[in-house]
């Protein structure tokens, strides 16, 4: 088999039985068409071997190294992600006897901290689609109802813009303040939403049939969000309700889907909640991604450790009878007492 063909059946391979997202889907056939574009462009160098053993490591090296040229780590981490699952299938289905991708190192990637929006600037956010403002045309206030919800959705349930998009009416319990989500991987999961996301939920689905195709009337019986077609709701349509209303509400031009769900993250780590529910109510297979939250909560961590560590408040008690007998001492310029009270 061609290495073309061999690629067609690996997507097969990820959409019926690894049941990989789309996005996941698209990204992975987008790596391995580059792939064999450039492994292809080398063939006239070694004439009369089969496809799959043109595909070796050194050829893999002298790809990777050509992209380093131009794209950032992250995007070459996944790219090698992408060809070691690829690599990897081959072997185990028999097209190819060594997997030339299990020599391969991944770059040292720098994980950025979360954008994320203070309790203030989200509630900016959330609130300014205002249909009250929308003058007397129906349609304009069902919008603003739709985009006021959506934003609610995303900051209460915390939601990938995929999830929220993909919401049927089906799986909606306002009774019950719970949505019923599938996740990465398939993976349905139960989450809470508060008693502002139900209200904003409940003013929409009035209007909801406001949306209605103009001429044909159409609508989508399932979703639970449309677009003023009457079809389900696109994540391109969704980013630029954030980016729309992240610029009028707080000012920020670089706020985006994602960005919200950061946001119920770091407000629910911020209030108390335990890092295994937050995991949960995200849908996060691993603790790892949902510990990188604890990173833009300091103050948070610094509570955690005085309530909890055993050393920690006998330091405390010793301090305040040390500071009882002397003049407190000022902190030096620019040091953060939170700090000096760590050490």
């Avoid at 985009?147 to 349930?157: G, H, K, N």
């Avoid at 990173?295 to 509570?303: Q, T, Y």
């Avoid at 010793?318 to 001492?329: E, F, I, N």
Wanted: proline share 5%.
């Amino acid at each position: 088999m061609q290495l073309n063909e061999l690629k067609d059946a690996f997507v097969t391979h990820l959409e019926a039985e690894k049941h990989a997202s789309p996005n996941t889907v698209s990204a992975y056939g987008r790596d391995l068409d580059a792939l064999i574009a450039f492994v292809d462009e080398r063939a006239s160098e070694r004439p009369g071997r089969r496809a799959t053993q043109r595909l070796d490591v050194y050829v893999l090296r002298a790809w990777l190294g050509d992209l380093a040229r131009t794209c950032k780590p992250s995007s070459v981490a996944r790219k090698i992600a992408s060809v070691r699952a690829f690599c990897r299938w081959m072997k185990q289905k028999g097209h190819s006897d060594v997997n030339p991708a299990a020599e391969l190192a991944s770059p040292k990637v720098r994980r950025e901290l979360p954008t994320f929006l203070s309790a203030e600037d989200a509630a900016l956010v959330i609130e300014s689609p205002d249909p009250d403002n929308t003058g007397a045309r129906r349609a304009e206030e069902a919008v603003a109802l739709r985009d006021r919800a959506f934003l609610e959705l995303l900051y209460a349930a915390g939601l990938r813009v995929s999830e929220a998009c993909g919401l049927d009416l089906a799986n909606l319990s306002l009774s019950e303040r719970t949505v019923r989500v599938m996740g990465k991987g398939r993976k349905e999961r139960i989450v809470p939403i508060g008693s502002k996301a139900e209200e904003a939920l409940a003013e929409w689905l009035a209007v909801r049939s406001e949306l209605a195709h103009a001429r044909t009337l159409f609508i989508d019986p399932h979703a639970v969000f449309v677009s003023t077609r009457g079809r389900r709701l696109g994540p391109r349509a969704a980013q630029l309700i954030v980016r729309r209303y992240g610029l009028v509400g707080a000012g920020r031009a670089d706020l985006h889907p994602h960005a919200m769900r950061h946001t119920c993250a770091t407000h629910l780590l911020d209030g108390g909640a335990d890092l295994r529910a937050i995991q949960e109510m995200l849908g996060h297979s691993s603790l790892s991604t949902t510990q990188r939250y604890t990173h833009v909560s300091v103050a948070h961590l610094l509570s955690v450790y005085d309530a909890a560590h055993p050393l920690a408040s006998k330091r405390s008690q010793a301090d305040a009878r040390a500071g009882a007998a002397r003049p407190p001492l000022r902190p030096a310029a620019g040091a953060d007492p939170r700090k000096e009270r760590m050490r």
